[in-house]
């Protein structure tokens, strides 16, 4: 096996990002336009990543959150949602270069 050949790495992952936003459920629900003021409080324990790709297109990853809000960490609910984020990114990535390496030939 050759560490040479082309293929997808962590540091393209991160250059194909744009921008990044957070937010809980509990935001989103109070936030929308349905008219809701307010949500089951288990909603702000759900964690939602966006990233903003540089080609417009856009991710989500998504952290459920604890089994119990008593072990809820913000900072640790949006690291898990970027990772479920960054792995739909992968597959894209992958075409990508697969495509670019088919058309040189």
Not at 28 to 52: N, Q, R, W, Y
């Amino acid at each position: 096996m050759t560490d040479t050949a082309p293929k997808v790495t962590f540091e393209d992952i991160e250059a194909s990002i744009a921008s990044e936003f957070y937010f809980t459920a509990k935001d989103g629900v109070s936030g929308s336009t349905l008219g809701f003021s307010t949500g089951p409080k288990d909603l702000e324990l759900i964690t939602v990543c966006i990233l903003l790709l540089k080609n417009g297109h856009r991710i989500v990853g998504v952290n459920e959150g604890p089994v119990s809000a008593d072990n809820f960490d913000a900072d640790y609910g949006k690291k898990l949602a970027r990772a479920k984020a960054i792995d739909s990114i992968w597959p894209l990535l992958g075409w990508s270069l697969r495509e670019k390496l088919g058309n040189a030939n």
